[in-house]
């Protein structure tokens, strides 16, 4: 992605990459301020692009930029709308395989907890550290129903945009680099009873934090209050002030995995995302 322009409107931003969205162009707003956003767009794509741009700043107010802002919140059609879900479900997997697996399989896992929990947690938590799966298998682990789909919305929300971005091979690479060291630190400072996504979300979470700020143009991006909120509950598990009993070693050591990944990557450029239909 590169950078091609800045406006001193944050809304007016946002409706031109919606244009260019309802045009088939990849283009990305990233809002500073109310009064500073920044444009990036697809390389391959950038003249066409800065075609529209110059079209744009001449007659910012035109009905076809509202017009495409109005197309992309309407729902879609009675008639299209019973194939709806299937149509999302595979745009889903074609868009990002990695990351509906690790849904799936969390979902099975937490039907086994049910039907088995004794079996299921012998199988899977960090209790014999020599069966190396065991490093990875605790966040497929969910103790309740709340902390199965509280962890499995951060993850949709946040893997699906990462895959979707920087490709399967990198979610892979990130989440199973996050998995083993938040595991493997909530492990050696309490033990090896615990379980869940969360150690991943938080390394995602810092991931996006990180990146941007450091590479924008990857289009990555969580604000300041999701930001300030999620800080929030990691410092009130680690004074216990929660009602819930957490896994704040693994929490700490998934966020500082994700910072370093952003660090890493920060000159990773993101892949073209094409155009829904």
């Not at 300041?224 to 680690?238: D, E, I, R, T, V």
């Not at 990944?261 to 094409?274: D, E, G, K, V």
Request: proline share 4%.
């Amino acid at each position: 992605m590169h950078k091609f322009a800045e406006l001193n409107s944050a809304q007016a931003a946002q409706l031109f990459a919606g244009y260019c969205a309802a045009q088939g162009l990849n283009v990305s707003a990233v809002v500073q301020r109310p009064d500073l956003a920044e444009l990036y767009g697809d390389a391959e794509q950038l003249g066409a692009i800065e075609q529209e741009f110059g079209r744009f700043v001449q007659q910012p107010e035109h009905p076809r930029y509202q017009a495409a802002a109005w197309q992309l919140s309407q729902p879609a059609t009675t008639e299209s709308s019973a194939a709806l879900p299937q149509m999302n479900i595979l745009q889903w997997w074609q868009q990002a395989p990695f990351t509906c697996v690790i849904l799936l399989l969390c979902l099975l896992v937490y039907v086994w907890q049910q039907l088995d929990w004794r079996s299921s947690s012998a199988a899977l938590q960090l209790t014999e550290p020599a069966q190396l799966w065991r490093w990875f298998s605790p966040m497929l682990m969910h103790f309740s129903l709340t902390h199965l789909v509280f962890n499995l919305a951060w993850w949709l929300y946040l893997g699906r945009q990462l895959e979707q971005r920087l490709g399967s091979v990198l979610l892979l690479n990130i989440a199973l680099t996050v998995a083993l060291v938040s595991n493997a630190a909530q492990y050696f400072i309490v033990g090896p009873h615990f379980g869940g996504l969360s150690g991943v979300v938080y390394g995602l979470f810092g991931y996006f934090w990180l990146a941007g700020r450091l590479n924008p143009g990857q289009g990555l991006h969580i604000s300041n209050g999701l930001a300030g909120f999620m800080l929030l509950w990691l410092l009130l598990g680690f004074f216990d002030l929660l009602w819930v009993s957490m896994a704040n070693w693994a929490h700490l050591g998934g966020l500082v995995t994700g910072l370093l990944w952003a660090w890493l990557l920060r000159h990773q450029s993101a892949r073209s995302i094409p155009a829904s239909h």
